[in-house]
């Protein structure tokens, strides 16, 4: 149990040059370890976010830089300083990070676009292997549901919730896609 | 299963052993309903293109929630963290239930992993599921459901959140100074 406690407390688990932004922003809030995980994990979300959204991430930054700035809440202003403070540290370009650096794999996967049974969630099924996650993107979103895609992306590190995502494989980031006539092709990974 | 979520269940399941005894009747619904509306007031106008997760808990006397929220997403395809809000939660704490948003493009139904995802708690005394829908309606369903129809036919409305109150507030703070 120790082990998993001391996993807990870095779940960010951001780079090196981006550590020091991140705990500078988290310092703002004191130095309750709670508080801090929380503030780390919203600015790696913003961060990555920043990395797939780039210049679209405009207006979603705003909202969290607003309500950072005027929230009353203390635990709100933790996430949504996080969220904007992650997305200016990419958006600045000080610090020059990709999504390899946050753990994350390059990949390229071959399948058919789906939506989930009972869901708004989309996914990849390939050949052989549980469907991928396919993470809000643009590229993502102008993917035709049914339609086989040649996909060029990024794998997330670690699984989603088994409890509450158990019929999936990890989440799938795409920049590229290429339509194909069909998903016979197997997953290549 | 990864450490983050086999935290998930530990915290989940030290909150359930280490509560109080609580008879199921005398669980605080009414309190918890409370706390979860003004969790929604806080949140629910927020949550356009993302959504927000919390775990309801009580310490020392106090409700209150711990919340992650997830990444941009569109047209509802959310993915909630509830990893990093059980991670928030204190030692000691009884955990009381658990609530999400959908995003305001999002869908009014409870998804499947809604379900699942309380379903997996549901062992917890007093846990309570709540999401509010994208036009702000907050309504509790029974954790037990083993299935979307089942879930979606025992829900309970409890309240509304107001789409444009962060709206609101951010304007009436810009023209008072």
């Known amino acids: 149990m120790a082990s998993l406690l001391a996993c807990a407390s870095d779940p960010a688990g951001l780079p090196e040059k981006l550590r020091v932004a991140a705990d500078s922003g988290a310092a703002r809030f004191g130095n309750e370890a709670g508080a801090h995980r929380q503030y780390l994990d919203s600015f790696r979300r913003g961060v990555v976010d920043a990395l797939i959204w780039g210049e679209q991430i405009g207006e979603s930054r705003a909202a969290s830089a607003a309500a950072c700035e005027r929230g009353g809440d203390l635990q709100l202003r933790i996430l949504e300083c996080g969220y904007a403070d992650g997305v200016d540290a990419v958006m600045a370009g000080t610090a020059a990070v990709t999504l390899v650096d946050l753990g994350y794999r390059p990949s390229t996967i071959m399948g058919r676009v789906a939506s989930a049974a009972d869901s708004q969630l989309r996914l990849v099924e390939t050949t052989h292997q549980r469907p991928w996650l396919l993470l809000s993107s643009p590229v993502a979103d102008r993917l035709e549901t049914d339609a086989c895609y040649r996909l060029d992306g990024y794998l997330a590190p670690g699984a989603p919730d088994p409890l509450r995502y158990p019929d999936f494989s990890s989440q799938f980031i795409v920049f590229q896609s290429v339509p194909m006539s069909s998903c016979n092709a197997p997953a290549v990974r | ?177």
């Not at chain 2, 929604?40 to 927020?46: E, K, T, V």
């Not at chain 2, 869908?107 to 379903?119: F, H, N, T, Y």
């Not at chain 2, 962060?166 to 008072?176: F, H, R, T, Y």
Request: net charge negative; aromatic share 6%; glycine share 8%.
């Open chain 2, 1 to 177: 299963m990864n450490a983050a979520h086999t935290i998930t269940a530990a915290v989940l399941l030290l909150g359930a052993l280490t509560a109080p005894a609580i008879a199921a009747d005398d669980c605080p619904r009414e309190e918890v309903n409370e706390h979860v509306r003004q969790q929604f007031a806080l949140y629910g106008p927020l949550s356009d293109g993302r959504e927000y997760f919390g775990f309801v808990y009580r310490l020392d006397g106090e409700i209150k929630s711990a919340v992650s929220r997830s990444g941009r997403c569109t047209r509802g395809n959310c993915l909630t963290d509830t990893a990093a809000a059980a991670a928030l939660i204190p030692r000691g704490a009884k955990i009381l239930g658990e609530w999400h948003s959908h995003p305001h493009d999002g869908s009014a139904a409870l998804s499947a992993e809604d379900v699942r995802g309380a379903k997996n708690n549901a062992h917890i005394r007093c846990y309570s599921a709540y999401y509010s829908k994208p036009d702000g309606e907050i309504l509790s369903w029974e954790p037990g459901s083993t299935s979307v129809p089942v879930a979606m036919a025992s829900r309970v409305s409890i309240g509304h959140f107001e789409l444009q109150a962060e709206a609101k507030v951010l304007a009436n703070m810009d023209s008072s100074q």
